[in-house]
Nanobody, 124 residues
């Protein structure tokens, strides 16, 4: 069982930056693949970024590539999402998710555990 708690969301102007954190409980965090997803009002949940168990491999949605960076610190049981050059269309609730296969999948169905989400609002 893994419990995930996101933090770091807030209100930021377009062009600004935020860093989201996702703290995980459990002793086996280092084995889990982690993902970040987001959901805007009246839209479906979409993949943002994923990272494998060791942090050696990451993948990104085309819409955030070059602006967002996913990383993890297994010693702290935490995964991060650094978001730079934020745009109005990045406004959404951001969720982190974990899967025991160790891969940062793009498919949300591959994830077993989800956090409660943190709101990111970008003003234009």
């Amino acid at each position: 069982q893994v419990q995930l708690v996101e933090s770091g969301g807030g209100l930021v102007q377009a062009g600004g930056s935020l860093r989201l954190s996702c703290a995980a409980s459990g002793r086996t965090f280092s084995r889990y693949g982690m993902g970040w997803f987001r959901q805007a009002p009246e839209k479906g949940r979409e993949f943002v970024a994923g990272i494998n168990w060791s942090g050696s491999s990451a993948r990104y949605a085309d819409s955030v590539k070059g602006r967002f960076t996913v990383s993890r610190d297994n010693a702290k049981n935490t995964v991060y999402l650094q978001m730079n050059s934020l745009k109005f269309e990045d406004t959404a609730v951001y969720y982190c998710a974990a899967n025991p296969l160790g891969v940062g999948f793009q498919d949300s169905n591959q994830y077993n555990y989800w956090g409660q989400g943190t709101q990111v609002t970008v003003s234009s």
